[in-house]
């Protein structure tokens, strides 16, 4: 089979080739932050599938790859889906993009994917490694597609996971060691990825965000400007500046705007950040694009800016630990009703949904809570928040900003994923007040 290989988006992140071996994003290696060159020499001289799966599994970060082997090609997305990749097979011709619609392009394919219409309608993006073209896939979190040139074969697999580690960690005081450790590895990673640069933090009255000016702070990095949006007298805007301040951090506040918010959906910028952003496959975020072209219209941040981001891709405590035997039928239900507000889960529309989410069930169960938690957190994450949440990002893309997400850093998560479920039931209060032990107490959230 033919490859033909369209990479087309350099605005933020550039994709760096060599020996037939295509990356982008940032990367960790051993701890440290490497560049795009170093990660295409750690890659270099892998002959088949397995080898090169193996070596992938070395790098921390944020990036998706394409790589001509001597015998396959792969496609690869990161821990969170990053940078989108889409991949369709037409006349003994395989098409690899991260622009969905060229391959409607290259193939002709227009036939809608109703299911995946429906998923996008409910929860803002297409579930599984499909788009809203039935014939046209993607590559879904942590996952690859392979296609074998010597058997004319492809497959699809995940090839790691958050989910399902052993828990190592028993003790409230563990706890509060590992995560001690894991926002100080992190930190230093971070820290070391924006080599000098100015990180433009979203700074809100929440946790999360305010967890990311912490590492910065951790790492006396001062080289940070917060931002808020929205109503000037509101909690979030006075909790960020309080915040801000407390950590001797500049902090700019952005009102909402009528006249500008009519423009930023009328215009033909703005237009283009839909299709850029949605790419066939998840809803683009138009609050966040509008404060963004706010911030570099008015020149309040820096040309060397790099946008922090707050996102997270932990759940706090286990959904099922009050239910002794965990059936299908639960997992199913609570995930329709978590993430797409089905709560009125029967008739028609349980009849529609009922087998969308049978690829992450390996029996009819009954399930032990661990299983079923780790069933409901793979499609939590694969489905929706490495697609709809992530998508927020696009908005710095396509204005040439790079991004780094710290709160969704691998090992970040998946150390949390070893604290014992009755231990995990307290992660998010002893997580909120180490965040607040290092940015001022006094100061809650506005969430508390």
Same mark, same amino acid.
């Not at 889906?81 to 690899?96: C, H, M, T, V």
């Not at 793979?378 to 998508?391: E, T, Y």
């Given at each position: 089979?033919?490859?033909?290989?369209?990479?087309?988006?350099?605005?933020?992140?550039?994709?760096?080739?060599?020996?037939?071996?295509?990356?982008?994003?940032?990367?960790?290696?051993?701890?440290?932050?490497?560049?795009?060159?170093?990660?295409?020499?750690?890659?270099?001289?892998?002959?088949?599938?397995?080898?090169?799966?193996?070596?992938?599994?070395?790098?921390?970060?944020?990036?998706?790859?394409?790589?001509?082997?001597?015998?396959?090609?792969?496609?690869?997305?990161?821990?969170?889906?990053?940078?989108?990749?889409?991949?369709?097979?037409?006349?003994?011709?395989?098409?690899?993009?991260?622009?969905?619609?060229?391959?409607?392009?290259?193939?002709?394919?227009?036939?809608?994917?109703?299911?995946?219409?429906?998923?996008?309608?409910?929860?803002?993006?297409?579930?599984?490694?499909?788009?809203?073209?039935?014939?046209?896939?993607?590559?879904?979190?942590?996952?690859?597609?392979?296609?074998?040139?010597?058997?004319?074969?492809?497959?699809?697999?995940?090839?790691?996971?958050?989910?399902?580690?052993?828990?190592?960690?028993?003790?409230?005081?563990?706890?509060?060691?590992?995560?001690?450790?894991?926002?100080?590895?992190?930190?230093?990673?971070?820290?070391?990825?924006?080599?000098?640069?100015?990180?433009?933090?979203?700074?809100?009255?929440?946790?999360?965000?305010?967890?990311?000016?912490?590492?910065?702070?951790?790492?006396?990095?001062?080289?940070?400007?917060?931002?808020?949006?929205?109503?000037?007298?509101?909690? &979030?805007?006075?909790?960020?500046? +309080?915040? $801000? *301040?407390?950590?001797?951090?500049?902090?700019? %506040?952005?009102?909402?705007?009528? #006249?500008?918010?009519?423009?930023?959906?009328?215009?033909?910028?703005?237009?283009?950040?839909?299709?850029?952003?949605?790419?066939?496959?998840?809803?683009?975020?138009?609050?966040?694009?509008?404060?963004?072209?706010?911030?570099?219209?008015?020149?309040?941040?820096?040309?060397?800016?790099?946008?922090?981001?707050?996102?997270?891709?932990?759940?706090?405590?286990?959904?099922?630990?009050?239910?002794?035997?965990?059936?299908?039928?639960?997992?199913?239900?609570?995930?329709?009703?978590?993430?797409?507000?089905?709560?009125?889960?029967?008739?028609?529309?349980?009849?529609?949904?009922?087998?969308?989410?049978?690829?992450?069930?390996?029996? &009819?169960?009954?399930?032990?809570? +661990?299983? $079923? *938690?780790?069933?409901?957190?793979?499609?939590? %994450?694969?489905?929706?928040?490495? #697609?709809?949440?992530?998508?927020?990002?696009?908005?710095?893309?396509?204005?040439?900003?790079?991004?780094?997400?710290?709160?969704?850093?691998?090992?970040?998560?998946?150390?949390?994923?070893?604290?014992?479920?009755?231990?995990?039931?307290?992660?998010?209060?002893?997580?909120?007040?180490?965040?607040?032990?290092?940015?001022?107490?006094?100061?809650?959230?506005?969430?508390?």
């Amino acid at each position: 089979m033919n490859a033909n290989i369209r990479l087309l988006r350099n605005e933020a992140f550039k994709w760096h080739s060599k020996n037939g071996i295509h990356i982008k994003g940032y990367f960790y290696l051993d701890g440290f932050s490497v560049s795009a060159d170093k990660v295409l020499q750690y890659l270099s001289n892998q002959k088949c599938k397995d080898e090169f799966i193996n070596k992938v599994l070395g790098i921390n970060g944020c990036f998706s790859i394409v790589a001509e082997l001597d015998d396959c090609i792969i496609a690869l997305s990161d821990t969170v889906r990053s940078f989108p990749l889409f991949y369709a097979e037409k006349d003994g011709e395989l098409f690899i993009s991260d622009e969905a619609e060229e391959l409607v392009k290259l193939t002709g394919y227009r036939k809608i994917n109703h299911d995946g219409l429906m998923d996008f309608l409910h929860c803002g993006c297409v579930l599984y490694n499909e788009t809203l073209i039935a014939d046209i896939n993607q590559v879904s979190a942590m996952s690859y597609m392979c296609y074998d040139q010597n058997n004319k074969t492809s497959e699809y697999k995940k090839y790691k996971s958050i989910y399902g580690a052993e828990y190592t960690i028993k003790s409230k005081d563990a706890m509060k060691k590992a995560i001690d450790l894991y926002f100080h590895d992190v930190a230093s990673r971070l820290v070391k990825s924006l080599d000098g640069r100015t990180a433009v933090v979203a700074l809100s009255g929440g946790v999360d965000s305010r967890a990311c000016v912490v590492m910065l702070s951790m790492m006396n990095y001062e080289k940070v400007i917060c931002f808020t949006y929205g109503v000037k007298n509101s909690p &979030e805007n006075e909790v960020a500046a +309080k915040v $801000a *301040e407390y950590l001797g951090y500049r902090h700019i %506040f952005i009102p909402h705007n009528k #006249k500008d918010w009519r423009r930023t959906y009328k215009d033909e910028e703005s237009l283009r950040y839909i299709r850029y952003s949605g790419n066939l496959s998840a809803i683009a975020h138009m609050e966040s694009h509008y404060i963004v072209r706010h911030l570099l219209d008015k020149n309040l941040i820096p040309d060397d800016s790099i946008m922090v981001s707050g996102h997270i891709g932990l759940v706090a405590s286990s959904k099922f630990d009050v239910c002794a035997t965990p059936t299908k039928e639960l997992i199913k239900e609570m995930f329709w009703k978590y993430w797409m507000k089905l709560y009125d889960y029967s008739g028609k529309r349980k009849a529609y949904y009922d087998n969308r989410l049978d690829k992450y069930f390996t029996h &009819e169960g009954p399930y032990t809570c +661990k299983e $079923a *938690e780790v069933i409901f957190e793979n499609a939590s %994450f694969d489905s929706v928040r490495s #697609k709809h949440i992530i998508n927020y990002n696009r908005q710095y893309e396509i204005h040439g900003l790079e991004w780094r997400l710290p709160l969704m850093d691998y090992e970040f998560m998946s150390g949390f994923e070893k604290i014992l479920p009755g231990i995990r039931d307290k992660e998010k209060t002893i997580f909120s007040e180490y965040v607040l032990k290092h940015s001022g107490e006094y100061i809650k959230p506005t969430e508390f």
